[in-house]
């Protein structure tokens, strides 16, 4: 199962509690206080890690905890500091207070790193309120509890182009052949049901990370099918690519079906549909697909670098596709 929302409720570590103890040596009468203070409570912190694919690891983990400060010990000794609580997110993830929904940090860069609740100070010993009119204080404070908060998780995948569609349009396949990802594909009509990553290797060794984004269908803004449980995933991505089935299976119509993904893209997000752009005509290998594609020409005026006909169960045009993608992303790649 694919998790892109999590909502967690955090603890920062208590701080460890302060000690009342007494310097009792041989020969010395009066040793005078040695209680140590307590060590301060972990942190919560929110780090934005490359290797990490989704929010998977927090599905069944909702309340989480960091670890607290060790008390003081005798002969003024301080106790250890709490281990901070590291959560390892994908990059683009969103954190969102989960009462109000505000932003509170958008974790994009590798490394990033966002504290979420600050762990407890540490008590007192009785050593540190010794004073020239308190030569012998017998008490102590105890270590203060650390923050909470409870937060939402919202991963918006951060990829080059992402792969946009009806279901079966042949989008799974498409990325299968031009990367290197695992999907699943089949000769017969299934569903994604999770988004498919994908890194394209160009002749300049410089890479194109896709996306496939599982299939939207009429109503998708409105929540219907799989909604916008997966729409957030296009709002980072550079360029879009349509993907259309040109043969008509299943009784489809190519240009109604792109009109109807823009309205569902416009009505979502107005700025989706400002985006770059290619439309891909898939399945030109099927009996009858010219039929449609000439009828897509004739309706719909497009850019002749924003229109291919392709293969993808064969291959075919799939080298001006990718070229297409590389001219149009141009120096933005990595």
């Known amino acids: 199962m694919f998790t892109d929302s999590v909502i967690l409720d955090l603890h920062a570590g208590k701080g460890g509690n302060g000690v009342v103890a007494w310097r009792r040596e041989k020969y010395i009468p009066k ?32 309340i989480l905890k960091a670890e607290n400060g060790v008390q003081g010990g005798a002969n003024k000794r301080r106790g250890r500091n709490g281990k901070e609580l590291l959560l390892k997110v994908p990059c683009g993830t969103l954190v969102k207070d989960a009462q109000s929904g505000e932003i509170l940090a958008d ?7 966002w504290v979420v609740c600050v762990g407890g100070k540490g008590g007192r010993g009785n ?35 992402g792969l946009v569609g009806f279901p ?25 049901l999770r988004p498919n990553l994908g890194y394209v290797e160009l002749e300049d060794y410089s890479r194109v990370l896709i996306a496939d984004i599982p299939g939207i269908i009429a109503g998708a803004h409105e929540d219907r099918g799989l909604g916008f449980e997966f729409l957030r995933h296009i709002e980072r991505t550079k360029l879009l690519v349509f993907v259309l089935d040109s043969a008509g299976t299943d009784g489809r119509d190519p240009l109604e079906d792109y009109r109807t993904l823009r309205r569902e893209l416009e009505s979502y997000n107005p700025d989706l549909v400002k985006r770059p752009y290619i439309v891909l ?19 719909e005026k497009l850019p002749e670098d924003s229109l291919l006909c392709v293969s993808a169960e064969r291959g075919d045009g799939l080298k001006d596709f990718v070229a297409a993608v590389s001219k149009r992303l141009g120096n933005e790649l990595i």
């Open 281 to 299: 005509l898939n399945k030109i290998d099927v009996e009858d697909s010219q039929l449609f594609i000439e009828q897509f020409l004739k309706e």
């Open 107 to 113: 974790m994009t860069d590798d490394g990033q790193k």
């Open 168 to 192: 079966n349009a042949g989008k799974s396949t498409l990325i299968k052949r031009i990367s290197r990802a695992r999907v699943k594909t089949a000769p017969y009509p299934f569903t994604t």
């Open 31 to 62: 040793g005078g206080p040695c209680g140590g203070c307590g060590g301060k409570g972990g942190d919560v912190v929110v780090v934005a890690d490359i290797q990490i694919p989704s929010l998977d690891w927090y599905r069944n983990r909702k």
């Open 127 to 161: 050593e540190t309120f010794k004073s020239s009119i308190n030569r012998a204080p017998n008490f102590c404070t105890p270590g203060k509890p650390g923050g909470t908060q409870e937060i939402e998780l919202e991963l918006k995948l951060i990829a080059d182009v």
